[in-house]
DNA sequence: ATCTAGGTAGACAAACCTGTATATTTTTTG
DNA sequence: CAAAAAATATACAGGTTTGTCTACCTAGAT
């Protein structure tokens, strides 16, 4: 086994629990019964529950921009069309059966304080997803990149709580409908 | 005192502190030292915390939506403005001091459970909602109400989601300006 | 004046949760 | 192969949480 396997063996079983159940509902031994690794070495890689946490948001973070941009690329080369292949990806996703929101909305939920490392990791998450599809934008040509950026990250967001809270992902192709007309609207013909 | 006196203020003080700081962070004597009132009468009032949390949601349902609907009509009587009256009502929303996003989504990031009436209820919320979002687009005649309204529906949870996140209101702003795209597209000119 | 319904105060049981400590075994590495 | 590093299993301390129970108090209706 690698250095790092127990540690990336509970990060991956933590990520599952905490993304399935919330931060607060999933104990430390719960993670452990179901990754089959010992207390003391959770504790040997991680000082703390929060610490755990921590390390799997920005695990998280990582992992899922990567899938994310992956994902749209795949669909189309065109830069207009990849705007738009946003919210197929998004719809893909609702399907899955590891959906369950976004995780960095849930973790702001249950530790709200401003100034934390975990709020801190949210915002660079969402900023960070939204410079990309700015960096989309500015492909397609459209007129203001930032602010077209800025209105389908609010229907994507919208579209993964809607998708969360009816437990359906019809949100994705509503959304797209949506930034269709802003795209049209955004970009000279 | 009236019959309900210590219902409310327990429901009141619960529904400040489940916003503030979530529902697994807060416990039941926190609740009781805020309200001042004895644990024996709240377990009078309520079997359970989970039946306290469903009061809170269900007081917070109705509250919420009354305050919302007067808000939005009483910012303008056209009915095409009404639909972006909606963005206004968010943006004061975001800069209370008592904004801490949406307590529903809160709830279903906490209790996740299908089934339950938690999500139950929170369903229920974003239904009504939405319901009279659609009812605001009939009356500005809008071509598709229902898609119109669902759309909005995403620009506004969307916009909820990142002033939460990102401690700021311009989500409001960014969400009107998409809105006044989809709605000019969506009424007869 | 007294009866009653509901409130107060606080002790308490039982469960649960995080984090530590110990003793033993496995794995890695020089 | 032998020493060192890491993992296991498990017990346990200390704190917190929910919910119950007892004993006492208060205010309004009869």
Redesign the pocket.
């Known amino acids: 086994?690698t250095d790092s396997?127990?540690r990336e063996q509970l990060i991956e079983t933590a990520l599952k629990l905490f993304s399935k159940h919330g931060f607060h509902a999933v104990?430390?031994?719960?993670i452990l019964a179901k990754s089959?690794?010992?207390?003391?070495?959770l504790?040997?890689?991680f000082k703390?529950?929060?610490e755990l946490i921590l390390a799997v948001l920005r695990y998280y973070d990582e992992r899922f921009r990567n899938f994310f941009m992956r994902a749209v690329e795949s669909k189309t080369g065109k830069a207009k069309e990849r705007l738009l292949a946003v919210f197929d990806v998004a719809e893909e996703w609702f399907e899955s059966d590891d959906f369950y929101g976004c995780l960095f909305v849930g973790a702001i939920g249950e530790y709200p304080e401003l100034g934390t490392p975990v709020r801190h990791t949210c915002m660079e998450f969402k900023g960070l997803i939204q410079k990309y599809i700015a960096k989309l934008a500015r492909e397609a040509k459209a007129k203001q990149p930032d602010q077209l950026a800025e209105q389908l990250v609010l229907l994507l967001e919208g579209a993964i709580t809607m998708a969360q809270i009816n437990s359906s992902p019809v949100s994705a192709a509503q959304a797209r409908q949506a930034a269709k007309v802003l795209v049209e609207n955004s970009i000279e013909r």
Chains 1, 2 share one sequence.
């Open positions: 086994m396997s127990k104990g430390i031994d719960t089959g690794v010992a207390k003391k070495t504790y040997n890689h703390s529950k929060d």
